[in-house]
């Protein structure tokens, strides 16, 4: 079953139509129902509120109004867990250091030779 921060597909007439992130999934006064808060990631995202049995979490299909509905888990992207290590550069091929000193005092008319 589908937990919050899942992310959907949210398949209208047997089109994909909107992506959805699960925000709660709660228990309904009826048994073997779900109270199931969407946040639809649309311009502007709405919030919506919708009934639903477990199997509908799993992929299977409902109707809405007579318009056949479905709700498709998207794959979690494949994530490498160790952290990206830069290589050590070499410091012998190190280039100087060049302060910005002089070239603000020079933009300001003071001579960079009279300050240092």
């Known amino acids: 079953m589908l937990s919050p921060g899942d992310v959907v597909a949210i398949y209208v ?3 994909p139509s909107v992506y959805a ?6 228990s309904d006064i009826k ?8 946040l639809f990631l649309s311009f502007p ?3 919506a509120t919708w009934i639903l049995r477990e199997e509908y979490l ?3 299909e409902f109707t809405m109004r007579d318009i056949p509905m479905k709700i498709v888990p998207l794959a979690k992207p ?9 290589k050590q550069q070499d410091r012998s091929d190190a280039g100087s250091v060049v302060s910005f000193e002089k070239f603000r005092k020079k933009k ?7 300050i240092s």
């Open 13 to 15: 007439d047997n089109t």
């Open 21 to 26: 992130r699960i925000e709660t999934v709660a």
């Open 31 to 38: 048994p073997h129902w779900f109270q199931v808060r969407l």
């Open 45 to 47: 995202p709405q919030e």
């Open 58 to 60: 799993k992929g299977s």
């Open 78 to 86: 494949e994530t490498d867990d160790a952290p990206v290590l830069r």
């Open 108 to 114: 300001h008319g003071q001579d960079p030779e009279e």
